[in-house]
Each structure stands twice: as structure tokens, then as C-alpha cells.
Nanobody, 120 residues
Framework: QVQLVESGGGLVQAGGSLRLSCAASGSIFSIVAMGWYRQAPGKERELVAVITSGGSTNYAGSVKGRFTISRDNAKNTVYLQMNTLKPEDTAVYYC??????????????WGQGTLVTVSS
């Protein structure tokens, strides 16, 4: 079994910053990529940012230049630094990991989600 535990969500004023963290634990052999998705009320879940084991990153156009994804491979942890937050960034943010388990099974795992609310 593999678990993702997220932290760092909360309420912030527009223009402020938040940092999300997500730690993976359990029967992990190797992690291929970790990322963040978000889902606003009434909208579909969308990719925010992803980082591979090699450090390559990809961002949604709406967050480029404001959000930074990083990763601590030794801790199996991914971070999302969110700056210059806007009310439209309000959503539940989900951590995602694509990894190989200890029995070499390719898995996709989701966290429970953390709410980010940006007030205007």
C-alpha cells in the first residue's frame, strides 16, 4: 500500500502565498513523477504542475511564473510554492504520484486533497 499525505492548505488573501507539501509513504520502489491537480467547485480536475524523478517540470499556463513545484527525492516529498495567489486559484488541491511499488507494479495514487481558499 502507498499513501500520500498532504498539508499546507488554508485561507489567504489575494496576492499572498502558500506552500503545499505531499509526502508519499508505503511500499514504494521508485517514484516516476509527482504532481498537483486542483478542482474548483463545479469544474473538472485540472493539472497544476508535475515534476519527474529527473527534475523535469510542467505547469498549467494559468500558474506559470507564480507557482513552483519542487521535490525531495530522499523524502519522497513534493512541494508546491504558490505565490501571488488569485481568487481563481481557490480549489481543492490533490497530490498525485505515479510510482512503482516494491513488487514492481505501476501505480497511480491520489492524496485526500487540501483546500486552498483565496479571498479577494
Amino acid at each position: 500500500q502507498v499513501q500520500l499525505v498532504e498539508s499546507g492548505g488554508g485561507l489567504v488573501q489575494a496576492g499572498g502565498s502558500l506552500r503545499l507539501s505531499c509526502a508519499a509513504s508505503g511500499s514504494i520502489f521508485s517514484i516516476v513523477a509527482m504532481g498537483w491537480y486542483r478542482q474548483a467547485p463545479g469544474k473538472e480536475r485540472e493539472l497544476v504542475a508535475v515534476i519527474t524523478s529527473g527534475g523535469s517540470t510542467n505547469y498549467a499556463g494559468s500558474v506559470k511564473g507564480r507557482f513552483t513545484i519542487s521535490r525531495d527525492n530522499a523524502k519522497n516529498t513534493v512541494y508546491l510554492q504558490m505565490n501571488t495567489l488569485k481568487p481563481e486559484d481557490t480549489a481543492v488541491y490533490y497530490c498525485n504520484a505515479k510510482l512503482y511499488s516494491t513488487i514492481r507494479e505501476l501505480l497511480e495514487v491520489w492524496g485526500q486533497g487540501t483546500l486552498v481558499t483565496v479571498s479577494s
